[in-house]
């Protein structure tokens, strides 16, 4: 039983209640509408808190960056709130959704797999086959296997690998991992710049150099192998190498090259030609030109090939290659290639600057920005069978 004084404020409470209830009077809400609006409140938060929990632990990572091992690259460790943790490196790819190198896994969609890099390998080589059955663009993706292409494929006999060499995307490292190989240095770092690239004295014989039965013999037998990049990023670092830098000071660029391509495809010849120099405009008119550049083409010699497509260069379609490697993964393709060419034990590729091989859009959308349509889609005509056969995406972002 409740004493008085228990008794005496449960009648209070009930005669508040009651007033509030049957009669509202306004001098009541100070007394009701604080409690049940504190209710309501405590209520609201707890729900906020629920959704942000239930928002944070489906979808957000934490990640910080540390440095990695190989050649530079850095890598990215990821945790998440099931507190599984899974390290892969860090690697960009042009914007091509279908082409990632990284694949959610089946067991949980917060963790990333990487993927074994051989079916890259030969999901890149299936493109190629693909591409070079089309009638449609034969004549931008085959190539006679005639003593041009044969110049640019390196060999190296000791190890039984052939190198086509595409100028632009890294080649002269891998002319010192060859030089390495073939005995005249023992590590890359030992060999001089100005040897790499002359022919006569690295020790690299070029597969034109033999004999119609030893070139058939190497071609069906060696490990070949080749490098590509983005077909409007090349050649946006071959004008930069040869007409604006010219780092190996090679005055043909700028003092033959360059004038006459101005002569012929400037549109406005108001500034003098020879103090501006070649415009990355006049460079794009030229390439695009399907027929009237074949009179300089012919006049400018093998000076040409860094900017001649991969199909001119290494005849993909009609000679069999092991493996094609990507310019953008290279810090994950050049230890594929020597792994799969039996050779990772006995000679490393050069160190990677973090970020060099990545794509970068702002870079080309800034070089294009100031030149037609018109030009535009000519020079992509002429690097189509390029962009298919690697499977490159279509620059839309300049062609629409």
């Not at 059955?133 to 034969?138: A, P």
């Not at 590729?349 to 000519?378: A, C, H, L, M, W």
């Amino acid at each position: 039983m409740p004493n008085a004084k228990q008794q005496k404020e449960e009648d209070q409470r009930n005669y508040v209640h009651r007033f509030c209830t049957y009669h509202r009077k306004r001098i009541c809400q100070p007394v009701c509408v604080p409690m049940m609006r504190r209710h309501w409140l405590l209520v609201g938060a707890c729900g906020w808190v629920l959704l942000i929990l239930m928002f944070v632990s489906k979808f957000i990572n934490f990640s910080f960056r540390i440095p990695g091992d190989y050649a530079g690259r850095s890598e990215i460790f990821v945790w998440t709130l099931s507190s599984v943790t899974t390290k892969l490196p860090s690697v960009m790819w042009p914007d091509k959704g279908a082409s990632q190198p990284y694949i959610l896994s089946s067991v949980s969609p917060s963790v990333v797999e990487p993927i074994d890099w051989h079916l890259v390998n030969e999901k890149r080589l299936e493109q190629l086959s693909t591409v070079c059955s089309n009638s449609s663009i034969w004549n931008l993706t085959h190539t006679t296997v005639r003593k041009f292409v044969l110049d640019r494929i390196f060999v190296c006999d000791k190890h039984k690998i052939l190198f086509c060499q595409t100028p632009k995307v890294g080649n002269t490292q891998w002319k010192k991992v060859l030089i390495v190989l073939n005995g005249k240095f023992s590590k890359v770092e030992a060999i001089p710049e100005n040897l790499v690239h002359d022919h006569e004295r690295n020790g690299l014989p070029r597969l034109s150099s033999m004999t119609d039965t030893e070139i058939h013999q190497r071609l069906n037998s060696y490990f070949k192998f080749f490098i590509v990049r983005d077909p409007f990023e090349r050649l946006i670092s071959a004008f930069k190498d040869k007409f604006v830098k010219n780092p190996r000071f090679e005055p043909w660029y700028k003092h033959d090259i360059a004038p006459a391509i101005v002569r012929k495809y400037r549109r406005s010849h108001h500034d003098d030609s020879e103090s501006v120099g070649l415009r990355f405009e006049d460079f794009v008119r030229y390439l695009g030109d399907k027929t009237g550049r074949q009179h300089l083409d012919r006049q400018f010699g093998d000076h040409i090939i860094h900017w001649l497509t991969y199909a001119e260069l290494c005849a993909p379609c009609d000679i069999s290659y092991n493996v094609v490697g990507h310019h953008e993964t290279l810090e994950l393709d050049a230890p594929y290639i020597l792994k799969s060419a039996g050779i990772a034990g006995l000679v490393s590729y050069p160190s990677i600057p973090p970020g060099i091989t990545r794509y970068n859009r702002t870079k080309v959308e800034r070089y294009f920005s100031g030149i037609s349509q018109r030009d535009i889609r000519r020079l992509y005509a002429r690097y189509q069978g390029d962009f298919s056969l690697f499977d490159y995406p279509k620059p839309a972002f300049l062609l629409n």
